[in-house]
């Protein structure tokens, strides 16, 4: 965290601050090194050296070929063209399949679909925010092209089963090539998920993943789309055909870097990673329960799912999210006070810049009520957090919480 930053930033979900040596590694590119990738004397060979490495650099990370890898400016513009992209590729009208708990990016493409005249569904999940498996199944038509599953919700942090579904989808496609129907791709939005968990698109079993910079201590707007090699796609824009025609004008070079260097950083701390911020997690928890009464975990109760030989465990949250619920408490409100005391926290209506009075759609998916869902408050810790902010929370929460309940209450 920068010294100079002398708040409790408990938003990690939202975005990340970025780290210094990935401020390091992308310096140079603003400056010194400002060739264009496209020209052909020294400097653009240079930049266009550099951006190959990245782009090598990312693909090995996920197991994929470098050719498979697109530079965009972010996980929306990821998820756009992975969605657009495959719809607006379709000779005939198709049908999508999603689930109701993804994030904006990817509803509102579902919803530019609908418009462009193709079907969609959205299917729904359990009381922890899981996908319903069964539902998924029975969406599946003959027309469906392409089905997207985020592999860790931004606001409750479950963890999706990318891997069973990747798997169930490649045998379904065996079926569907004999019956000469059209193949399905899977994609993921993997935003969340890429700094505490695997990416091996291979054991995935994605065609499509989109990972963004802004939630791995990289820069904001920096992203890419792995699309695996032979997929239609319809680029979103049009130019110069750079990036292999998918997404045109002049590379952002310096954010390719930072974004190669923040995954890199992020995939070789992931262990780690989720040891501490699991630790801290629990502790937040714990005495949250212990001195707040009336208080529930929106989504898992548990972070880890033990297995049999109770030797592994399974994440099944992510180990940085905590989203809680204070009956009876405004949690705008509540989020207002905590950044008057100079902690940074989200309600998660703020996510998107819709009407804030909206119920989170997350809350309401999982059985929330409308009421339940407005008295929910996200913190979300992340690699600078330390136990003795957690602890300075810990001391305000209480009073601030049953002021809050009196208000309410009178
Ligand atoms: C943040 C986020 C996005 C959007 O990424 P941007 O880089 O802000 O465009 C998409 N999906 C999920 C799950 C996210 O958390």
């Not at 939202?14 to 400002?34: C, L, R, S």
């Not at 968990?197 to 820069?219: A, C, F, H, R, W």
């Not at 009075?357 to 992340?382: C, D, F, M, T, Y």
Request: proline share 3%; aromatic share 8%.
């Amino acid at each position: 965290m920068p010294k100079v930053y002398k708040r409790i930033y408990l938003d990690y979900a939202a975005t990340t601050p970025m780290d210094a040596e990935v401020e390091k590694a992308i310096e140079p590119f603003f400056g010194v090194n400002f060739g264009n990738p496209s020209s052909l004397y020294k400097s653009g060979l240079a930049a266009k050296a550099e951006l190959e490495k990245a782009r090598q650099t990312i693909a090995a990370l996920i197991g994929a070929n470098r050719s498979e890898i697109i530079f965009t400016a972010g996980g929306s513009e990821s998820v756009n063209l992975a969605i657009l992209g495959v719809g607006r590729a379709q000779k005939n009208k198709s049908h999508f399949i999603t689930t109701e708990i993804e994030h904006h990016c990817v509803l509102n493409s579902f919803k530019a679909l609908t418009r462009e005249g193709h079907k969609t569904t959205f299917v729904s999940v359990d009381s922890n925010g899981l996908i319903k498996l069964d539902e998924l199944k029975k969406a599946v038509k003959p027309e469906t092209v392409l089905i997207s599953v985020m592999y860790a919700n931004n606001e409750i942090g479950t963890i999706e089963p990318i891997a069973e579904i990747g798997k169930w989808v490649k045998k379904l496609n065996q079926e569907r090539l004999q019956k000469k129907l059209p193949v399905i791709l899977f994609h993921t939005d993997a935003c969340q998920a890429a700094g505490v968990l695997d990416l091996d698109v291979n054991l995935l079993g994605v065609d499509l993943m989109t990972v963004n910079g802004s939630k791995i201590y990289g820069p904001k707007q920096s992203g890419f789309l792995f699309a695996k090699h032979g997929i239609m796609l319809e680029p979103l824009v049009y130019g110069g055909g750079q990036e292999s025609g998918f997404r045109s004008g002049t590379e952002n070079v310096a954010f390719a870097i930072g974004l190669a260097k923040a995954l890199s950083l992020a995939q070789a701390s992931k262990t780690k990673q989720r040891e501490d911020l699991l630790a801290l997690s629990k502790y937040l928890i714990d005495k949250i329960k212990k001195y707040i009464p009336d208080v529930l975990l929106n989504g898992y109760e548990e972070f880890e799912l033990k297995n049999d030989n109770n030797k592994n465990t399974n994440l099944i949250r992510l180990p940085n999210n905590i989203n809680l619920m204070f009956k009876g408490v405004e949690g705008e409100a509540l989020m207002l006070y905590l950044d008057a005391y100079g902690f940074e926290v989200s309600t998660a209506s703020a996510c998107s810049t819709g009407d804030p009075n909206e119920p989170s759609h997350v809350l309401l998916a999982i059985g929330r009520s409308k009421q339940e869902a407005q008295s929910s408050i996200r913190i979300s810790l992340g690699k600078y957090t330390k136990l003795s902010e957690l602890k300075r929370l810990v001391v305000i929460l209480p009073n601030l919480i049953s002021k809050l309940r009196k208000v309410t209450t009178q």
